[in-house]
């Protein structure tokens, strides 16, 4: 697989996950951290069909959804993680943006089989998925990903991942939890994409609640760790201003 490649499909991993390490600062005070063994659990088992029938009923947020995110990396040279925080806009048809805000500010849009990047000075880099037949089809296959997870496509997200179920009323004494807490655990199919993530959780009760990555299997104690926690969700079609956001795309690829 040539290097071209290799970067197409990397950068469509880390746009939507956030996962630059640009994006992100040290915490200037400590937060709780949760061991990458807490899912150990998760990942021993399978998911079985009335599981995954009940879960893409409680993944499914619409067509539009938009929301904020507060992400927190914990790698395992650094001794404190790094945050980040902002909000995130996905519409089937015109795809993700994905906008932090905090500690400054960068945005992230996933459209048309591209990746548009523009950072704090308002230089724009672009990422096309067409270069060859093969990153065409990873060009379809992220967009389609992002949308598996937040509309609860189960039968999109086998494709490409092996699935692990938790459903329980207390995850785990490290944490708060309430009734019907659920986790759902994927293991990338495609070795490039485990190499860059091995592991994704998904956590919710009534609805989806955080992303986490790993980036070894649970078992390994020391390990890098992303957790993305979501909060004020909402549905509804796209305002002329969030319009305006996607219009960056179109922007860009003006000579």
């Known amino acids: ?58 993944l499914n947020l619409g067509e539009t959804v938009r929301g904020h995110f507060v992400q927190s990396r914990q790698l395992k040279v650094l001794k404190k993680p790094l945050i980040s925080q902002g909000q995130f806009i996905f519409d089937q048809t015109q795809g ?34 067409d270069a060859s037949a093969s990153a065409a089809a990873m060009g379809d296959l992220l967009p389609n990903l992002v949308r598996a997870m937040l509309v609860g496509d189960i039968s999109g997200l086998s494709e490409n991942f092996e699935l692990h179920c938790l459903i329980t009323d207390k995850l785990n004494t490290e944490r708060l939890s ?29 609805v989806l609640q955080s992303l986490v990555l790993l980036s070894a299997a649970p078992s390994v104690s020391t390990q890098d760790m992303t957790r993305i926690d979501f909060s004020a969700l909402s549905q509804g079609k796209l305002s002329e201003t969030e319009l305006t956001q996607y219009a960056v795309a179109i922007e860009a690829n003006k000579p």
Request: aromatic residues 6%.
């Open 1 to 58: 697989m040539n290097a071209l490649l290799t970067r197409i499909k990397l950068g469509f991993i880390l746009c939507f996950t956030g996962l630059l390490l640009s994006t992100s600062v040290k915490a200037d005070t400590p937060t709780t951290a949760i061991s990458a063994s807490a899912y150990q659990t998760l990942f021993s088992q399978n998911a079985d069909k009335t599981q995954l029938i009940t879960l893409s009923q409680k």
């Open 96 to 129: 993700l943006i994905w906008q932090q805000i905090t500690p400054f500010e960068s945005l992230l849009i996933l459209k048309d089989k591209q990746l548009i990047q523009r950072d704090s000075q308002g230089r724009v880099q672009i990422s096309k998925a």
């Open 178 to 206: 309430t009734d019907g807490q659920w986790q759902l655990g994927l293991t990338p199919k495609d070795p490039l994409m485990k190499k860059a993530i091995a592991n994704m959780v998904l956590e919710g009760s009534d």
